[in-house]
């Protein structure tokens, strides 16, 4: 453990992974808090994962088109940042749950909307990126 943190540099890496991912988490946790009233869909989720879909593409293009960026700030965004704020894991789960209560049909449109909007969000975030940094 100890030659992991000395090797070039990868404690302060760990602290950027480590710092984006607190503050991608308390951005989830917050996303999760507004939407809570909003009965038994899984709003906070959708949105979370539709974000976090459309700005990992916007941060690859971002770090792409800006290489000098030390690789320290893309784990800090990509890895730490998004890493935190999105829940695919959470997702998986309230599919089943949602599976389970309103059967295939509800349960499909559930992994459609999931499937479909996160892949579409990201195609979005990634012209987005090309447009504002032109790669």
């Known amino acids: 453990m100890r030659r992991f943190f000395i090797k070039e540099g990868n404690g302060m890496k760990s602290m ?10 308390v951005l989830r946790y917050s996303i999760g808090v507004l939407t809570a009233g909003s009965g038994t869909f899984p709003y906070g ?5 539709l974000a ?14 800006h290489s000098s960026a030390p690789h320290t700030w ?4 990509i890895t730490g940042v998004l890493g935190g704020f999105t829940t695919f894991s959470a997702f998986s789960w309230e599919w089943l749950q949602i599976w ?21 969000c990201c195609m979005g975030g990634l012209a987005a ?7």
């Not at 989720?45 to 994962?49: D, E, I, Q, R, S």
């Not at 909307?113 to 892949?119: D, E, K, M, S």
């Open 45 to 49: 989720t959708v949105m979370v994962n």
């Open 100 to 120: 389970k209560q309103a059967g295939w049909v509800g349960g499909t449109a559930y992994g459609l909307l999931q499937g479909a909007g996160a892949f579409l």
């Open 52 to 65: 976090g879909s459309f700005g990992i593409a916007l941060a690859y293009c971002f770090f792409q088109s």
């Open 16 to 25: 950027a992974v480590a710092l984006g991912g607190a503050i991608g988490a």
């Open 129 to 135: 990126g090309q447009w504002l940094w032109g790669r």
């Open 74 to 77: 893309r784990l800090f965004v």
